[in-house]
C-alpha cells in the first residue's frame, strides 16, 4: 500500500515539474518573440535614424555654401532636405539655425555673428504626420516613434587664399600704383604696405588695377594648392597668413624660420593657359612680399620655393580678369585684372581657408 502511494507520489510529480517546464518554455517563448519583435522594431528605426542623419548632413552642407544669406540658407535646406526624403516634411524653416562655429572650442553657438555655420534638424514626427510606425511594439502600446538627426556645416564666408604674391605684381614702381599713390597723395611705398596696423596693405577698396603677373623665370604668383603645402590645419594657416620677417613683431615668432625657407609645396605659376581660370567673383587673401619669392629645386619631388622674406602685409582682392600682354610678342605671361576687396576684421580672417571656393564641412 506504501508501495503505491510512492509510486503515484512519484507519477504526480513528474507530471508536475513536467507542466512546469512546459510553462517556462512557453514562457520563455513568448520572451524570445517579444525580443525578435523589439530587434525587428528597433532595426527598423536605426534605418530610418540613418537615412534622417544623412538627410540632415545634405541640407547642412548645402545649405552652409549660401552663408551668410539666412533666407538662402534656409531655402537651400529645405530644399535638400525635400530631394532626398519623401515622407513629408522633414525640415522647417525654424529648424535651419544660422550661429557660429568656434573651431577651437567644437561648439556651435546659435545667433552669433558673423554667422559661419549652420545646423539643421530632420524629423519624423506625429505633429507633422510623418511619425514611424512600428510593427511589433504596438502590443505594447507603441504605434509609432518620433525620429530626429541633427547635422552642423560650417561654411567660411570670409574667403579663400590660393597664391603668394611678391614684389613683381605689386611694387612701388609700376605705372599704375604710382598713378594712384599721386591722385591720393601718397608715397607709392606706402600705398601698398600696412601703414594703419591693421596687417592688410592700404590700397583703398574697389579700385581696379592691371598688373603685371611676372615673366618665366621671374614669376610673381606661387600657388599654396599644392598637396604638399605643410600648412594645412586652420592654426597653422592663419599663423603662415599672419607671419613677418620683423623680429619686433609678434608675427615674427609665428613660424619656424625652417619651414619657409625651404617652404615646400609651392609651385611657380608661369602657364598662361591657366590664368583664365583665376577669375572669379571670390574675394580672396594673399600674403604680399616685399622682396622675390625665389623658386627652388624640388624637395623629395615636390616644388618648393623660399619664401622667408619681409611682407607688406595681406592684399584682398578678386581676379577680375586676364589683360594685355605687357612686353608685346614673346612675353607668356599676360597682366591680371585685380579688383581690391575691403580688408576683414580678426574675426573674419579667421574664416579664410586654403584653397578657392566655398570651405564647406560638416562638423557635427
Known amino acids: 500500500m506504501i508501495s503505491e502511494l510512492f509510486r503515484n507520489h512519484l507519477i504526480n510529480r513528474e507530471q508536475d515539474e513536467r507542466g512546469?517546464?512546459?510553462?517556462?518554455?512557453?514562457?520563455?517563448?513568448?520572451v524570445l518573440l517579444g525580443m525578435g519583435a523589439l530587434a525587428v522594431d528597433v532595426g527598423m528605426l536605426y534605418t530610418v535614424r540613418t537615412k534622417l542623419q544623412a538627410t540632415a548632413d545634405a541640407s547642412a552642407l548645402a545649405a552652409a555654401q549660401e552663408l551668410p544669406d539666412a533666407a538662402d540658407v534656409t531655402s537651400m535646406a529645405i530644399q535638400y532636405a525635400t530631394a532626398n526624403y519623401d515622407e513629408g516634411a522633414v525640415v522647417t524653416a525654424d529648424e535651419v539655425v544660422l550661429g557660429r562655429w568656434d573651431e577651437v572650442a567644437g561648439t556651435f553657438t546659435p545667433g552669433a555673428n558673423p554667422p559661419n555655420a549652420v545646423n539643421v534638424t530632420a524629423r519624423r514626427q506625429g505633429a507633422r504626420g510623418n511619425a514611424v510606425p512600428t510593427f511589433f511594439a504596438r502590443v505594447l502600446g507603441r504605434d509609432w516613434v518620433d525620429v530626429s538627426a541633427r547635422a552642423t556645416a560650417t561654411g567660411v564666408n570670409g574667403g579663400g587664399s590660393r597664391f603668394i604674391i611678391d614684389e613683381e605684381v605689386f611694387d612701388s614702381d609700376i605705372?599704375?600704383?604710382e598713378d594712384l599713390a599721386d591722385q591720393l597723395g601718397v608715397p607709392p611705398d606706402e600705398l601698398i604696405s600696412d601703414m594703419?596696423?591693421?596687417w592688410f596693405i592700404d590700397l583703398p577698396a574697389g579700385v581696379i588695377l592691371e598688373l603685371p603677373s611676372g615673366q618665366v623665370g621671374d614669376e610673381g604668383l606661387f600657388d599654396m594648392t599644392h598637396p604638399s603645402f605643410p600648412f594645412q590645419e586652420n592654426e597653422s594657416f592663419q599663423n603662415f597668413l599672419n607671419y613677418n620677417e620683423d623680429s619686433n613683431s609678434w608675427r615674427y615668432d609665428l613660424l619656424d624660420k625652417s619651414e619657409l625657407d625651404p617652404l615646400i609645396g609651392v609651385p611657380v605659376v608661369n602657364d598662361p593657359s591657366v590664368f583664365p581660370s583665376f577669375v572669379t567673383d571670390e574675394c580672396q587673401i594673399s600674403p604680399l612680399y616685399?622682396?622675390?619669392?625665389?623658386?627652388?629645386n624640388p624637395v623629395d619631388g615636390d616644388p618648393a620655393v623660399n619664401a622667408l622674406g619681409w611682407r607688406r602685409g595681406l592684399v584682398r582682392f578678386k581676379i577680375i580678369g586676364v589683360g594685355v600682354d605687357p612686353d608685346g610678342p614673346g612675353s607668356v605671361l599676360p597682366n591680371l585684372i585685380f579688383e581690391i576687396c575691403p580688408p576683414l576684421d580678426d574675426i573674419e580672417l579667421s574664416d579664410i581657408h586654403l584653397g578657392l571656393g566655398p570651405k564647406i564641412r560638416l562638423v557635427q
Open 196 to 198: 594703419d596696423g591693421d
Open 20 to 30: 512546469a517546464t512546459l510553462a517556462v518554455v512557453a514562457a520563455s517563448i513568448v
Open 290 to 296: 616685399k622682396s622675390d619669392v625665389s623658386e627652388l
Open 175 to 177: 605705372p599704375v600704383i
